[in-house]
């Protein structure tokens, strides 16, 4: 239900460019102004729970410059709906692959001062072994890397739908990173802690988490 329901918002943006502005409620703005003051962009720590699509659309129409990091099918019909309907989302994609291009897109929005939505449960490919619910997932060190390089703030947001049906846009005080001096060793620590972030995350909202995207490396009798 809740996919449905999100689907069809989608569409209905593409023919109300006001519909976000209408029916997704902020909460948290100051966390990400205060983020933004520190003049080294925003890396936007998400999940694919809830409207994820139409949240940069939100913070976009409130002009904000908003760039998603997203893997573009190869299919060339796929990239030309991308391309043709884009424009009613008001944010831009920055394409994952090739990955040293993404990464450069990535740092240079950053340098702007401009925000950039990674989505966190990536859990199929990483490098680092993590637990999700008691389970051993390869996490991708990307966003952990990404704000180590340049500075930039790690705040995570994320737009889920409430009991009353309207979408509340929720933004959260940006994450401390430790800093220890090992490049290593804090890319691995820090990143086990931001899988620990979406599960408490993915705990207050499982209805509403698409858990597709995650694969398990080892089963853990441990209980969830």
């Not at 897109?105 to 001062?113: G, V």
């Not at 009353?164 to 990173?177: D, F, K, Q």
Request: glycine share 6%.
């Amino acid at each position: 239900e809740h996919f449905v329901a999100n689907l069809l918002d989608c569409f209905m943006q593409m023919s109300d460019d006001e519909h976000a502005k209408k029916v997704i409620d902020v909460q948290g703005i100051g966390h990400l102004e205060a983020a933004l003051k520190k003049n080294k962009g925003v890396i936007a720590l998400g999940a694919h729970i809830g409207n994820f699509v139409l949240l940069g659309t939100r913070l976009g129409l409130e002009g904000h410059r908003f760039h998603t990091l997203f893997r573009i099918p190869a299919d060339r019909r796929i990239k030309n709906l991308i391309e043709r309907f884009l424009c009613h989302y008001h944010q831009s994609v920055i394409p994952s692959l090739p990955k040293r291009t993404a990464v450069n897109r990535i740092l240079d929005a950053l340098k702007r001062n401009e925000i950039v939505y990674i989505l966190g449960d990536n859990l199929k490919k990483g490098r680092i072994e993590a637990l999700l619910f008691g389970q051993r997932v390869p996490s991708p060190r990307g966003p952990i890397s990404l704000a180590l390089r340049s500075g930039a703030p790690l705040v995570p947001m994320y737009l889920i739908r409430n009991y009353e049906g309207r979408l509340n846009l929720i933004i959260e005080p940006e994450l401390s990173i430790a800093r220890n001096g090992n490049l290593v060793r804090d890319i691995e620590d820090n990143t086990k802690a931001v899988v620990s972030h979406l599960e408490r995350l993915i705990r207050q909202y499982p209805d509403q988490w698409n858990w597709l995207t995650i694969r398990l490396t080892r089963y853990q009798t441990r209980p969830v």
